[in-house]
């Protein structure tokens, strides 16, 4: 560990990590992209994916990126926030939905088809990336303790296979049944939860570099020792 590496708590409310905000402000805005595409089904082959899955594995390297770097208390107030965003974009995309259109304009049929299903997908993705998200946050946390900060490779693959896990069984089920068989549901669960392991793998490399890039940047490489790991306080 370089000398110049703080390993304590890293604290959002001041501006001591110069690439914090940029990496957050990421994590959120990939996660809103993810859900507005959701609502497309790809067929590839055998293979059935939500239309977010070459976007959606991001939002947990960069969760795994902020865990690992700037710690678990710091990635539990993004992953809030993107709830927050989540939710404030739902209520957006229904409230214009619910406004009378425009006598000449013939897109209502449309707009109602593809945004005006988020909500559905908002709410199993709120659920589903609330478990799934803190718990590959936990998973990565708690392996760097056990690990002593080594073999950043197990951490990052581990936490995705039990969070991504997690994420895709909760949020195919909430978002798609009822409106697809059985026998596809269980399709694009299998499907998309080996993309998104395989996509985890693939990216590692990069995540390397990144975490090495910012730790050094921003002078900061937490250890989550003695937290407390409740999701529902933010401090």
């Not at 425009?102 to 990336?129: C, D, H, K, M």
């Not at 581990?158 to 089920?173: A, K, P, Q, R, Y």
């Not at 937490?222 to 999701?231: A, E, L, Q, S, T």
Request: glycine share 8%.
């Amino acid at each position: 560990m370089e000398n110049n590496i703080s390993t304590t708590q890293f604290d959002t409310t001041k501006a001591s990590g110069k690439y914090f905000l940029y990496v957050a402000i990421a994590f959120v805005a990939l996660l809103m992209i993810s859900n507005t595409v959701a609502v497309k089904l790809i067929g590839i082959g055998p293979f059935v994916f939500a239309g977010a899955i070459f976007i959606f594995p991001l939002t947990y390297i960069f969760g795994d990126i902020l865990t690992e770097v700037y710690g678990y208390r710091a990635t539990r107030k993004i992953i809030w926030s993107a709830f927050v965003a989540l939710i404030v974009m739902s209520l957006v995309y229904l409230f214009v939905q619910w406004l009378p259109a425009a006598s000449f304009w013939g897109g209502q049929e449309a707009y109602a088809t593809i945004l005006g299903f988020v909500p559905r997908i908002v709410a199993g993705s709120i659920i589903a990336f609330f478990v799934g998200e803190f718990c590959n946050s936990f998973v990565l946390s708690r392996m760097k303790i056990w690990m002593n900060g080594k073999h950043l490779w197990m951490r990052t693959i581990g936490s995705t296979i039990v969070g991504e896990g997690v994420d895709t069984i909760v949020f195919v089920l909430i978002a798609f049944y009822g409106t697809l068989p059985l026998a596809v549901l269980f399709t694009v669960i299998w499907s998309g939860y080996l993309f998104k392991v395989g996509y985890e793998v693939i990216a590692t490399p990069i995540t390397y570099l990144i975490v090495g890039w910012l730790k050094r940047a921003d002078g900061v490489d937490v250890y989550d020792r003695g937290i407390d790991y409740n999701p529902f306080i933010l401090k």
